[in-house]
């Protein structure tokens, strides 16, 4: 069913999907980058809970947690980054293409596919991780 959703939205670029659609799909990954952030707060107070608790599996949950963190910000910069490039796009700012824009959104949309896929295994690990205590 996943697979159908993002060959759905691949589909749409390639056929020329109107940029306030392209534009809608950016502000959803923002927030789902916020909510991920929100999470990865909630993982780290629940690892850090009992601070007796120091296994090099809880050591490596926490590490993956702070990556996580980071590389949400890394995600969320570029994200705001191609929404100023719409803006100026829009505004017909010379130099910049609807093809380069669109380009860009695909490559963001496999990121955001894949961050989703690895951000639900490191749940998975902390849950399983978290049951065991």
């Known amino acids: 069913m996943k697979t159908a959703t993002s060959n759905t ?20 990954w923002l927030d789902t980058i916020a ?12 690892l ?13 949950l926490k590490n993956l947690d702070k990556i996580h963190e980071n590389l949400f910000d890394y995600l969320e910069d570029d994200i705001k980054q191609h929404e100023r490039f719409l803006s100026r796009l829009l505004k017909g700012q010379k130099g910049l293409s609807d093809g380069d824009y669109r380009e860009k959104h695909r490559s963001l949309g496999e990121r955001m596919d894949l961050f989703t896929n690895n951000f639900r295994e490191f749940k998975k690990m902390v849950f399983g991780y ?4």
């Open 35 to 46: 909510f991920w952030k929100d999470e990865t707060k909630f993982f780290a107070n629940l």
């Open 9 to 28: 939205k691949a589909a749409l670029l390639l056929l020329g999907a109107s940029l306030d659609v392209l534009h809608q799909e950016s502000r959803e």
């Open 130 to 133: 978290v049951k065991k205590f």
């Open 48 to 60: 850090n809970k009992d601070e007796n608790k120091t296994s090099e599996y809880s050591e490596m």
